[in-house]
């Protein structure tokens, strides 16, 4: 048991790093948490025990032993193979090839199913997420950008909302950002006061790293012009010293959502369990939670374990701890590799700066219209420390940089322990590296490391990196997936949830497009556009490797994992600018079905099998 005590409010505030305040706009990777804490977690012995989650899952569905035809399949091997039939047995892929051929040997043994035409590709990974921040704030009510492009429509949604609450019920909800949605930069009172003057409300940003609230959850939480700030975590408050409504920093948020005690009814299992079945909808089958101990502590570990015994996962999980808990890790134990193909600890991570978008990405010049340079969230001596001896310990690192600076001092990290004479447990990661000189490729390249792009930079924020954020010249240099490709660097793309929501095809069709979502049309840096191989392999084989996996999962060859996804149409045929709305038909882990769109797709195997 990795068990420890940040079961409590206090326990779990003294945790949270001081840079917590930061990034309004979009950065979800540092932020301490997703309190929906209340005054103590109830849970952990439930969430740590199989049980719990097999009552909430679905039934494991039966492993099929079949042989697919006419599919046109793309292996994602070392050879990149194209065959049109796959051999499946007892989970694991055990031939793929010509059909004709693969009839002969197993046509007697396999049940031979046909895909009518479809494209079959391994399933997609997904390389960076938040999985229980996620899952801890997936029951709210959406309220983002991708649902009102008016922050003025969210705010009457809610208002129709909150007309069906009993007295002093709480309306809570998620995703607002301020950079992408029309209206004012935050909440206040004065906006949230309308939308209810009896029920509490509280309305996290996309970010993570604020909240706002109305009057009634500061007078529910007994926050008055009189409580102190903490200096770390202070309150918004107007002229006056009167608190507004803004909460700065995990402590005031938490300090405020722990009073709503219907939290204490929230189904953690359940929500977690529904982001597995929403990755598969995408036909993602496995993904990387990319800081771990952010919400539940070191026991995250016991919660993913019991996941994975209950037999209810229905994707695989790999993770990296947050070094934000350092110690708390170091004190169990636990090691490189831990765990089994379902869950599996794969590295640490470290976020090094903030986020562009935010303004708080360190730069080597200060951002357009401004004089600041964004912030150092660890000094480069503490960052060689921690490269250093995660490195002699055997760990792979994952480190968040966002500014050209910030990957500067990543790469002379990775360098010093070069030049000291350590290997590194390769591949070690950048994550975002969103901004890149032609000279730091080159580094890149000759010290083996892989960066992982949020594609979603360019296709959501790319206007106002442009605009607001950097001018164009630099704004060009943003998440350059072709001169990675030119310079023989694998890389991949992801989605951050809850920055942008999962989804591979998006993350495709953003790098193969490099489209701006709020100018239609219009494309950031088109030169950085990447064929539809390169992002297939960018979310298969390159992410399976980037997930230390790629001896398991990530291509579709014999010994690895039966998992693959069933689209409707072959991203590599379909117009470029259509890939992200291609259907997934079905979605398929270790030889089991875990998501089927309908019985219109593909024959429905679950049926036809005895
Ligand atoms: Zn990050
Ligand atoms: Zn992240």
Not at 80 to 96: E, N, T, W
Not at 333 to 358: F, M, T
Request: charged share 20%.
């Amino acid at each position: 048991m990795f068990f420890d005590d940040r079961n409590t409010f206090e326990n779990w505030a003294e945790t949270l790093p001081a840079y917590d305040t930061h990034d309004r706009h979009g950065c979800a990777c540092c932020s301490a948490l997703p309190s929906l804490l209340a005054e103590q977690f109830d849970d952990i012995e439930q969430l740590t025990q199989p049980e719990h989650w097999a009552a909430r899952g679905q039934q494991p569905s039966k492993v099929i032993n079949g042989l697919w035809v006419n599919a046109k399949i793309y292996t994602m091997d070392s050879a990149m193979r194209v065959v049109d039939a796959l051999a499946i047995m007892d989970g694991k892929v055990v031939d793929c090839g010509d059909a004709a051929d693969l009839v002969k040997a197993y046509g007697d043994t396999l049940q031979v199913i046909d895909a009518k035409g479809r494209t079959i590709l391994p399933g997609f990974i997904e390389p960076h997420m938040h999985f229980l921040p996620i899952a801890t704030i997936g029951g709210l009510e959406d309220v983002g950008p991708y649902r009102f492009s008016k922050t003025q429509d969210a705010l009457t949604h809610l208002k129709s909302l909150a007309a069906t609450l009993a007295p002093g019920e709480w309306l809570m909800g998620r995703q607002f950002d301020p950079s992408l949605q029309d209206g004012p930069d935050q909440l206040t009172i004065t906006e949230l006061d309308a939308v209810s003057a009896v029920n509490p409300v509280f309305i996290y940003n996309a970010s993570l790293h604020f909240a706002y609230c109305n009057s009634a959850a500061l007078a529910a939480a007994s926050i008055t012009k009189a409580t102190p700030d903490d200096p770390a975590s202070p309150y918004g408050r107007d002229a006056l010293g009167v608190p507004n409504g803004v909460l700065k920093g995990g402590r005031a948020i938490g300090s405020v959502a722990r009073h709503n005690l219907a939290q204490r009814e929230y189904d953690l299992a359940e929500a977690a369990l529904g982001v597995c079945g929403r990755a598969n909808r995408k036909g993602i089958t496995t993904f990387c939670d990319q800081a771990t101990g952010m919400v539940r502590g070191v026991s995250e570990v016991d919660i993913y374990e019991a996941l994975a015994k209950s037999g209810s996962m229905t994707a695989r999980l790999r993770y990296s701890l947050s070094y934000g808990l350092a110690e708390k890790w170091d004190a169990t134990g636990i090691r490189y590799g831990h765990g089994d193909a379902l869950v599996r600890a794969v590295g640490w991570k470290i976020v090094s700066d903030g986020s562009n978008q935010g303004f708080s990405g360190l730069q080597r010049e200060p951002y357009l219209y401004k004089e600041d340079a964004g912030l150092a969230y660890v000094e480069p001596d503490a960052l060689n420390d921690m490269v250093r001896s995660r490195t002699e310990q055997g760990w792979p690192l994952v480190i968040h940089a966002n500014g050209d600076l910030a990957i500067d001092r990543v790469l002379d990290a990775f360098e010093a322990v070069v030049e000291a004479g350590l290997v590194l447990n390769a591949p070690c990661r950048i994550e975002h590296c969103s901004i890149l000189h032609d000279e730091q490729i080159q580094r890149i390249k000759a010290l083996g490391l892989s960066p992982s792009f949020l594609i979603g930079h360019v296709y959501y924020w790319g206007h106002a990196m442009r605009d607001q954020v950097f001018g164009e010249a630099k704004a060009v240099l943003l998440d350059r997936t072709k001169a990675c490709e030119d310079a023989g660097i694998r890389w991949t793309l992801h989605s951050d949830e809850p920055v942008t929501e999962m989804g591979p095809l998006r993350c495709i069709e953003n790098a193969v497009t490099r489209s701006l979502w709020k100018e239609p049309g219009q494309h950031l840096a088109p030169w950085e556009a990447v064929s539809v191989m390169a992002g297939l392999r960018a979310m298969t084989i390159d992410a399976a490797w980037q997930c230390h996996s790629d001896h398991e999962i990530g291509s579709l060859e014999p010994g690895k994992f039966a998992d693959f996804v069933i689209l409707e149409q072959d991203p590599l045929t379909c117009p470029v600018d259509a890939i992200s709305q291609i259907a997934v038909c079905q979605t398929w882990l270790s030889g089991r079905l875990v998501y089927d769109r309908g019985t219109d797709s593909v024959d429905d195997v679950s049926e036809s099998v005895d």
